[in-house]
């Protein structure tokens, strides 16, 4: 199965200024796979999203280091997963 997922970092978020998160927007079909990747990893997601254009997750973190960091996790994950 492919893992249609776009990652990225939010360094401000309109809920607080202090607020820093993981984005992931996938595909409805792909939601189920990101949140076992996200759980996986030993993050917790915020808050989850969801309309007819996709699903976007939320993910906080606590600055750029600690996003690099989930980042790395993301991918080995992702890559342990889709191998399987």
């Known amino acids: 199965m492919k ?3 776009k990652v990225s970092y939010l360094g401000q978020s309109e809920y607080g ?3 820093r998160f993981a984005t992931i927007d996938c595909d409805n079909d792909c939601a189920d796979m990101v949140t076992d990747l996200v759980d996986e990893i030993g993050y917790d997601i ?11 997750f939320y993910i906080l973190v606590e600055d750029k280091k600690d996003y690099n960091y989930f980042m790395g996790e993301w991918k080995k994950a992702k890559k342990a997963i889709l191998n399987k």
Do not use: P, V, W, Y
């Not at 915020?46 to 976007?56: A, E, L, M, P, V």
């Open 3 to 5: 893992l249609n997922a």
């Open 17 to 19: 200024k202090e607020d």
């Open 46 to 56: 915020s808050f989850i999203t969801d309309s007819d254009r996709g699903t976007f």
